[in-house]
């Protein structure tokens, strides 16, 4: 079966303290791997998007990168601005749909 | 400015009735999509159109209707028989592609029902 798991589903750090999200999957036939922020009330945003394994993407504080099983979404020396839910996506071969993650809730504390 | 709008921001049913939500793309995208966000659970698809005239059933497309019949929109209509309409309804767009095409979201509608 397809799927995507996001670990951890809550995730509490202080300001400044490096950590790193999980998204795992399942799919037959990976045709992109998508990371999201996503801020109460309002639509997700668009990070990154991953497409073979070893691929990296970095923008301001996060990273994201990817395996053959997994990405993981790096922020380092996060601040508060940075807390979000943070969306897993990967889209398979049956055209552009995409599997969502449940999402991690992230906050950091000043 | 290109992008994603869904109108009205909240929309309340009453028992029984039909209610449309409606999304509109001003960036010539082919794909567009329509998802149901409920507390915990990740983005389900409902509905979803590559090409106008053309859409097809997500997961979860019972008690939901939609039509396409112009490339910058693709309206949502909740029936009476969707049971617990409840949730925050997200529209995406996409390119089309031989490699998966980021999807980029609306700022969402909230359904509540009365």
């Known amino acids: 079966e397809d799927q995507v798991t996001q670990s951890p589903e809550a995730l509490r750090l202080q300001e400044g303290e490096s950590s790193s999200l999980n998204c795992s999957y399942t799919v037959s036939g990976l045709r992109g791997l998508f990371w999201y922020r996503q801020d109460p009330g309002k639509g997700p945003e668009f990070l990154f998007t991953l497409y073979s394994a070893g691929e990296e993407k970095e923008k301001e504080r996060l990273k994201a990168t990817l395996t053959k099983k997994e990405s993981f979404l790096h922020i380092t020396a996060p601040k508060p601005e940075d807390s979000a839910t943070y969306l897993c996506?990967?889209?398979?071969?049956?055209?552009?749909?995409?599997?969502f993650g449940q999402g991690t809730e992230l906050s950091v504390k000043p | 400015d290109g992008g994603i709008t869904q109108s009205p921001k909240y929309l309340f049913r009453k028992e029984g009735q039909n209610v449309t939500l409606s999304c509109e793309q001003n960036l010539n995208h082919d794909a567009m999509y329509w998802y149901r966000q409920d507390p915990g659970q990740g983005l389900r698809l409902i509905y979803y159109?590559?090409?106008?005239?053309?859409?097809q059933k997500g997961d979860i497309a019972e008690g939901y209707s939609v039509s396409r019949e112009k490339k910058e929109s693709f309206p949502l209509t909740v029936t009476s028989a969707q049971k617990n309409p409840t949730a925050f309804y997200l529209c995406a767009s996409s390119n089309r592609g031989d490699r998966g095409e980021t999807q980029y979201f609306g700022p969402g509608t909230r359904l509540l029902v009365l």
């Open positions: 996506a990967v889209g398979y071969n049956q055209g552009g749909k995409l599997i």
């Open positions: 159109s590559q090409i106008v005239n053309d859409f």
